[in-house]
Nanobody, 124 residues
């Protein structure tokens, strides 16, 4: 079992940047692919980006390609999401997620463990 705690959300103007962090408990962090999802008010939760266990493979939603960067530090059990050039449509609650997998490429779904979420608000 892994527990996830997100941090780093907040209010930012359009064009600004934020860095989200997700700290994971447990000693098997490197066994999990990690992902970030987001849910805007009145909408479904959507995949944003995933990273493989080693960090060597990443998958991005088209809406964030070139603006968001995911990374992980397995020595610190932490995954990061650097968000640049933020837009009002990026406003959402951002969730960190984990799934135990042997796949080399991170999945876009099937995540089993979730954090509580962190709010990101981008003002125009």
């Amino acid at each position: 079992q892994v527990q996830l705690v997100e941090s780093g959300g907040g209010l930012v103007q359009a064009g600004g940047s934020l860095r989200l962090s997700c700290a994971a408990s447990g000693r098997t962090f490197s066994s999990y692919a990690m992902g970030w999802f987001r849910q805007a008010p009145g909408k479904e939760r959507d995949f944003v980006v995933g990273i493989s266990r080693s960090g060597g493979s990443t998958v991005y939603a088209d809406s964030v390609k070139g603006r968001f960067t995911i990374s992980r530090d397995n020595s610190k059990n932490t995954v990061f999401l650097q968000m640049n050039n933020l837009k009002p449509e990026d406003t959402a609650v951002y969730y960190c997620a984990a799934v135990a997998t042997t796949a080399l490429v991170p999945p876009k779904g099937g995540y089993k463990h979730w954090g509580q979420g962190t709010q990101v608000i981008v003002s125009s």
